[in-house]
């Protein structure tokens, strides 16, 4: 029987209801070997047995389910749903922004009727957030569309902006709409939450599902408040040991997108779980989760724990129910990481899978550094990379361009103190630093958008990033190189004008 | 019920999927209305299409037969992504506007890299002379941006055949009914080359690509559940074809 559970691959062994129960490893021969520094084989991930069932001595036992499994049931009324089921899902929020908002609306309107209200005007967030600071007339307009919509339909939370000259003389202006959504109480523990950008998965952070969404499928929200959904069978990732004081969350998910590929994940959910995970903050959690698409994951989710409590309870007094996977639910498959082995990694271009280490790629002359977005533009971001510079004393050797992804992460720049640092905030190291002035707040070049955007990339240049993307034109130029590294990466290659291992810095 | 109800489908499995094991929990919505327990339930049948007749998108016009593409194959290879099939700085356009619609299409493709000498739209053009794109694994992944088939199916191209899709691009290729995205059982984007005279047939059970040039042919995974949708040009009008939601805006 314990053949049947034994994978041929090195890495992953699929379970099968079957092999349910059947534990014929003990738990201590689950541990993972070593890190390696190859793409091809790693031996950092050892297969794992198929989840233990709990032994039941009664004759019929329910089976055990996921999380996401969970959280859908129940957004779907059923007492029990199973991968590839499709069900009619209850959503508790709908996200959208500036870029599909106007879209989804028209499809909306399109196809319930001119005078159609949507079905719950508190369910509905919209976030403009991608293309504000620009004198492009369409991208201009479209914030004026969601404007009229949001009057039209009342709706509750709409975060606007109509004074682009100073965004702090706009109080309801946000800015990147994932990191906002948490900053304001939207993403709650079981919930189901939805929006028309890939990244929408980062409120998986919070123990809730959370997809992406086309403007057609939006649209068909926005007047039902329902959506159709195949329930996902769930990868496991389970990452244990002690983070080294210059790992960030971006390196653990670059090594998993490096592991499994950009198709790695494609339909499943990635569920995160061990005591490094315990371990990080919010916003590291939001930083694994928010890439989780990267690897063509439907949705990737975090189990609540007391800190996820704290940081939703001090947000929002709207009830929720956290949801744990049982522990006898099946995944498809179980990854495990030794992160106490892991070294700082960047994803070279064009691809979020093309990973290697930073020190493998330091002789990389780079022309900028950009520290931002929804993945690595948050307070904690921005907290790393001053700590880092403060801690080198020395200043950069290419631009480097800042933008914080929130109003508040924004005013956390200018405010917090920076740990170790006698009281300085980031601004001031970073002014010390010689960085470019913090920008106001959106999803700035993250994506490139329209030319005038804020550190566009419009030449071919090479950029050291703490974004999400790197596919050949994402930040603007066709021909222009990306790197995608973590906070201290990007700021220790910021200091030397090649890709930089921070521990250069830091030890 | 439950029948009509599986066969709706729109997750768009590509087979087709296992035997209801479910009720559907009843609808609250103003518009969308199914309830298992009523058997009084009146399904509307066929559309009025009145409310649609001014717009010109793919999702709103009248359903047409187009089980065999023929023309011009456009070759691409792993990976392809969002922002290669339309770059962000595009995205200002609203697709359900139907005159950005039509501008979406000359713009598709036009993020591949220089490499690509032949343009998938010429400039100064609206449409592609490619029905056909040929792709390998991954096509489509990235944004959520329903931009991307979209000004593929502006652009006039009638299907995508990829080794695999990215998850959302699937879903909004069918939600849209844009384009058909279909699966290659073999790496066809190494067997063909742009400009090749290709033939796509779907046919129930063993679709088939046929390039003309090379005289091979190639069978594609079936479609599955997502067919229809497609057929019916979009989730909303299949769903109201199906009798899911009513035929008639308010």
């Not at chain 1, 939450?193 to 926005?222: E, K, P, R, W, Y």
């Amino acid at each position: 029987m314990a053949s049947s559970v034994i994978s041929s691959s090195p890495f992953v062994c699929k379970s099968s209801k079957k092999d349910l129960g059947l534990s014929s490893f003990p738990k201590s021969s689950q541990i993972s070997v070593n890190r390696c520094q190859k793409k091809s084989i790693s031996r950092k991930i050892v297969s794992v047995m198929a989840p233990q069932r709990s032994s039941s001595t009664t004759g019929s036992v329910k089976t055990g389910m996921t999380m996401t499994e969970k959280i859908l049931a129940k957004a779907s009324e059923k007492s029990q749903v199973v991968p590839g089921d499709n069900i009619w899902v209850n959503v508790d929020v709908l996200m959208t922004h500036d870029v599909c908002g106007p879209g989804a609306f028209g499809i909306f309107k399109r196809e319930f009727g001119e005078k159609a209200k949507v079905w719950d005007p508190e369910k509905i967030v919209v976030i403009p957030d991608h293309y504000i600071f620009t004198t492009d007339k369409r991208a201009n307009r479209n914030v004026d569309i969601m404007r009229e919509h949001c009057r039209e339909q009342n709706i509750k939370y709409f975060y606007d902006i109509t004074d682009l000259g100073d965004f702090r003389a706009n109080p309801d202006y946000k800015g990147v709409c994932h990191v906002a959504l948490a900053q304001e109480g939207h993403c709650r523990p079981g919930e189901v939450l939805l929006g028309t950008d890939s990244h929408t998965c980062t409120a998986g952070a919070f123990g809730q599902f959370a997809t992406g969404i086309g403007n057609t499928d939006a649209g068909f929200v926005l007047g039902t408040g329902k959506i159709l959904l195949k329930v996902p069978p769930t990868m496991r990732f389970i990452l244990d040991g002690e983070m080294p004081s210059y790992l960030q969350a971006k390196d653990l998910i670059l090594q998993i997108i490096g592991e499994i590929s950009v198709a790695g994940a494609t339909y499943k959910t990635m569920e995160f779980s061990g005591t490094t995970i315990e371990s990080l903050t919010m916003e590291e959690r939001m930083t694994l989760c928010n890439m989780v698409v990267e690897a063509g994951g439907k949705n990737g989710v975090i189990p609540p724990d007391a800190t996820t409590f704290n940081y939703v309870e001090n947000r929002t007094s709207v009830p929720f129910e956290p949801v744990y996977s049982d522990g006898n639910a099946s995944f498809v498959a179980d990854y495990r990481f030794d992160v106490s082995k892991l070294e700082p990694v960047v994803a070279k271009p064009h691809s979020p899978d093309n990973r290697a280490l930073a020190r493998e790629c330091k002789d990389v002359k780079i022309d900028r550094v950009y520290i931002g977005s929804c993945t690595g533009g948050k307070t904690e971001d921005f907290v790393a990379a001053a700590k880092l510079f403060h801690a080198s004393g020395k200043k950069v050797k290419v631009p480097t361009f800042l933008v914080p992804a929130t109003q508040k992460v924004w005013m956390d720049v200018y405010a917090l103190p920076v740990p170790g640092s006698g009281g300085k905030t980031c601004a001031q190291i970073f002014e010390e630093a010689g960085c470019d002035t913090p920008t106001s707040p959106s999803c700035g070049a993250c994506l490139g958008g329209p030319a005038d955007t804020y550190a566009r990339l419009n030449e071919p240049q090479v950029c050291v990033s703490t974004t999400n993307r790197n596919f050949p034109g994402r930040m603007g130029h066709k021909e222009g190189q990306i790197y995608l590294a973590s906070p201290y990466t990007a700021a220790a290659s910021a200091l030397t004008g090649h890709v930089t291992d921070p521990r250069e810095f830091l030890q | 019920m439950a029948a009509s109800l599986q066969s709706a489908n729109p997750t768009f499995s590509r087979t087709l999927a296992s035997p209801s094991r479910s009720s559907f929990a009843p609808f609250r919505s103003p518009f969308v209305r199914f309830d298992t327990a009523s058997a009084s339930f009146n399904y509307k049948p066929l559309v009025s299409r009145e409310a649609s007749s001014a717009f010109v998108t793919r999702s709103a016009a009248e359903p047409q037969e187009r089980k065999t593409f023929h023309g011009l194959c456009y070759v691409v290879g792993d990976n392809i992504d969002t922002d290669q099939i339309i770059p962000a700085e595009f995205l200002t356009l609203v697709p359900s506007n139907p005159e950005e619609y039509e501008k979406l299409g000359s713009y598709a493709l036009i993020g591949l890299p220089a490499a690509y000498k032949e343009r998938f739209v010429q400039p100064g053009e609206t449409k592609t002379k490619y029905s056909i794109i040929i792709g390998g694994e991954n096509f489509g992944c990235g944004s959520s941006r329903e931009h991307a088939p979209v000004c593929l199916g502006a652009a006039g191209a009638k299907a995508v055949v990829a080794q695999s899709y990215a998850r959302i691009f699937f879903r909004n290729s069918v939600a849209t009914g844009e384009i058909y995205p279909l699966d290659s059982e073999v790496r066809v984007c190494d067997e063909c080359k742009t400009g090749d005279v290709a033939t796509v047939e779907l046919r129930e059970g063993d679709s088939i690509l046929i390039n003309h040039t090379t005289g091979k042919e190639y069978k594609l995974k079936p479609i599955g559940d997502a067919g229809p949708v497609i057929d019916a040009g979009g989730i909303f009008a299949y769903a109201r074809k199906a009798g899911m939601i009513p035929s008639a805006a308010a």
